[in-house]
């Protein structure tokens, strides 16, 4: 019997040591992609709700980029988007943007060639209410909003763990302090789906459950929450999670953050705008 305890704990402990020494590999994985890249966040808002989030969020990126030995710049100015300024960027990360967040069609036209030139882009939270009207972004997004339920506690369950972004992600990740379960429409088919919102853990009981069922239809049981996809020459990443300004200081969302731009820093190429082909914001789309 002694001896049994003991294997127990023996394997036990080499599982810890085992799981400590693949998270120190990750977290240096994920430093040596970032260290010396430069990143933007944007944060412009159009006309309607504007979330409390978008400066603890900024915060937090700024403070990833200290740790981490990456530049942040941070702007709510449309004037950013220049091709001479965001050649010095490997990615914009666009946080808890909202509705039409450009001036004019020739910015769109800058940020489209930007990925199309193999830009990343992280985009985090109402990011799918941004530029409801460019069918292009939406496309690049991987849908637009449609409808979120009341913020309130639900779990997201892991569909891809083995993706370099899931890294020591819990496999069923409670929104414990709230959150909203985004639903998103006009979804496009080459995203790939990393968690999904657990729709039965929604409050089904609330005014909301004849709107969560109509808008968890196509999905059913597991709506999509996080993906990312290869898109348009760019690399994308996105996450509808992080509606409470506190996630932004909590550890578990800030990793969940990081590993996605360290994903993103990791797909990144160096820019190429001989591939950049779009002459307007809405030139068709090369398959």
């Known amino acids: 019997m002694t001896t049994y305890f003991f294997r127990q704990k023996t394997l036990l402990l080499f599982s810890t040591l085992l799981f400590l020494s693949a998270t120190q590999v990750q977290t240096a994985a994920a430093q040596a992609s970032l260290k010396g890249i430069s990143v933007l966040v944007y944060t412009k808002n159009g006309k309607g709700y504007v979330h409390d989030n978008i400066a603890d969020a900024a915060?937090?990126?700024?403070?990833?980029?200290?740790?981490?030995?990456?530049?942040?710049?941070?702007?709510?100015?449309?004037?950013?988007?220049?091709?001479?300024?965001?050649?010095?960027?490997?990615?914009?990360?666009?946080?808890?943007?909202?509705?039409?967040?450009f001036d004019n069609d020739e910015q769109r036209l800058v940020f489209r060639r930007y990925?199309?030139?193999?830009?990343?882009?992280?985009?985090?939270?109402?990011?799918?209410?941004?530029?409801?009207?460019?069918?292009?972004?939406k496309q690049m997004l991987g849908g637009t909003f449609v409808w979120h339920a009341k913020n309130q506690k639900f779990s997201v369950q892991m569909i891809d763990p083995s993706h370099p972004s899931m890294q020591g992600l819990p496999k069923v990740?409670?929104?414990?302090?709230?959150?909203?379960?985004?639903?998103?429409?006009?979804?496009?088919?080459?995203?790939?789906?990393?968690?999904?919102?657990?729709?039965?853990?929604?409050?089904?009981?609330?005014?909301?459950?004849?709107?969560?069922?109509?808008?968890?239809a196509t999905f059913k049981d597991l709506f999509p929450a996080v993906w990312y996809q290869n898109f348009d020459g760019g690399s994308i990443w996105v996450t509808t999670l992080g509606h409470?300004?506190?996630?932004?200081?909590?550890?578990?969302?800030?990793?969940?953050?990081?590993?996605g731009i360290a994903y993103i820093a990791g797909q990144a190429k160096k820019l190429d705008f001989t591939k950049a082909y779009a002459t307007s914001r809405d030139t068709p789309l090369h398959y």
Request: net charge neutral.
């Open 244 to 259: 409470n300004k506190e996630y932004y200081q909590e550890p578990v969302f800030v990793k969940h953050l990081l590993q």
């Open 115 to 137: 990925i199309e030139a193999g830009g990343g882009f992280v985009g985090v939270h109402s990011v799918t209410g941004t530029e409801r009207n460019w069918a292009w972004f």
């Open 173 to 216: 990740w409670e929104r414990s302090l709230g959150d909203e379960c985004y639903f998103t429409k006009e979804m496009y088919p080459g995203i790939k789906v990393l968690m999904a919102h657990q729709v039965k853990t929604l409050n089904w009981n609330s005014a909301d459950s004849t709107r969560i069922k109509q808008n968890s």
């Open 59 to 101: 915060k937090c990126i700024q403070k990833l980029g200290t740790e981490n030995k990456f530049t942040v710049d941070v702007s709510d100015d449309p004037g950013v988007f220049t091709t001479a300024n965001l050649k010095k960027y490997t990615m914009l990360i666009f946080t808890s943007t909202n509705n039409d967040v």
